[in-house]
């Protein structure tokens, strides 16, 4: 039974989270103010009018095997190890496919509740597939704007197998594709910091991926709320998709010449079939602090839904991740060697603050 918008927290916490009718189910009663639980604490909201539009351009990769390959990698290296954001357009994903996601994601979230809720927590049929909002609701002083369902990876047979109808087959299209994409660029990447990118060190860091499908509901005060709160990412590298409304936002972590000032908030700006790219903690990790892995958080918006699918390349939980041994040998380490799942549990228990994670992973810890 549909709660009371007027009701107590947990009859609208129960209704939202545990019933799993999600921030769409609560936005589809009728809401004409924020209820309390999403009411973000003043510091933490995103003021729009008065943050930038990030002035990086697109990064052409398939530039990247032709005669200007040293430029494109240059600017790679140089917009991991900055800002730690960047775009690439001409990066070998079909536009129909990009297209395809969105209509997808839209089309998944538009279902009747119980459709979506089969895949709650404690309660999906896969170990694979997540339903869910927010990132951590049990834990969280005020609630992301936000519905999500998250699919692991394992092999192509189980993600056919396991995977929500709706959306599977469009889904591990794009994160095969991202995770070829990915590869090239950690070639890059550790050709730029003077590493032989081999496979084995590759693989280390890009064992465990999922993609998500993000699904952001009309807000009727945007200005109260966050889609996502600040945040990194824990694992190598992130691709994503924006739509076209836009509202992601990354934070400056050192002045960046022709770019931003320490501490700013900038948008990174929706590119007509562009997608993002990210860097994680495993990766700034690995590069002995080298490539920045920035916090960022999404905006939400009053005038249409927004929805948005990342793919996240991370290492399995087993691997150990520590800065490279040829680093180590020229500069000394700067984070020690740590279990990747004993990182996620601090990540997690942090409520995904990265950079408590990563003082976490320093050396002289």
């Not at 991991?80 to 960047?86: R, V």
């Not at 998944?108 to 896969?126: L, M, T």
Request: overall charge negative.
């Amino acid at each position: 039974m549909a709660p009371s918008l007027d009701e107590g927290n947990n009859s609208l916490f129960n209704f939202v989270v545990k019933d799993g009718y999600g921030v769409k189910g609560m936005v589809d009663l009728g809401l004409t103010k924020v209820p309390k639980p999403y009411i973000q604490p003043e510091q933490e909201r995103i003021d729009k009018q008065n943050a930038r539009t990030c002035p990086l351009q697109p990064i052409d990769l398939s530039k990247l095997n032709g005669p200007e390959h040293d430029r494109v990698a240059e600017e790679i290296s140089r917009a991991a190890s900055t800002l730690g954001f960047f775009q690439v357009v001409n990066h070998g994903m079909p536009i129909e496919l990009l297209g395809k996601l969105k209509d997808t994601a839209h089309s998944f979230f538009g279902q009747a509740p119980e459709k979506k809720a089969v895949y709650r927590k404690g309660a999906s049929p896969s170990p694979l597939v997540k339903y869910g909002t927010s990132f951590v609701p049990d834990k969280e002083e005020a609630l992301e704007w936000k519905d999500y369902i998250s699919m692991t990876y394992t092999n192509d047979v189980e993600a056919l197998q396991q995977w929500p109808e709706e959306c599977k087959e469009v889904s591990l299209e794009y994160l095969k594709t991202s995770v070829e994409m990915v590869r090239k660029l950690l070639e890059v990447l550790m050709e730029n910091i003077g590493v032989k990118p081999d496979n084995a060190k590759i693989d280390a860091l890009t064992g465990f991926k999922l993609v998500n499908m993000n699904y952001y509901p009309t807000c009727p005060d945007p200005n109260l709320t966050v889609g996502v709160g600040r945040h990194s990412d824990m694992g190598a590298l992130t691709v994503l998709l924006q739509d076209g409304i836009g509202g992601l936002y990354v934070k400056v972590e050192e002045e960046i010449e022709d770019v931003g000032k320490k501490g700013e908030w900038m948008e990174i700006p929706p590119v007509d079939g562009a997608l993002v790219i990210n860097v994680g903690d495993a990766l700034q990790i690995i590069s002995n602090g080298t490539y920045k892995s920035a916090e960022h958080r999404v905006r939400t918006t009053s005038t249409k839904s927004r929805v948005s699918i990342p793919v996240f390349t991370m290492p399995n939980p087993t691997e150990k991740i520590g800065p490279l041994s040829e680093l180590v040998k020229r500069d000394g380490a700067r984070f020690r060697e740590v279990v990747f799942q004993d990182y996620m549990n601090n990540f997690f228990s942090n409520a995904h603050d990265g950079k408590k994670s990563l003082q976490f992973a320093q050396a002289n810890n």
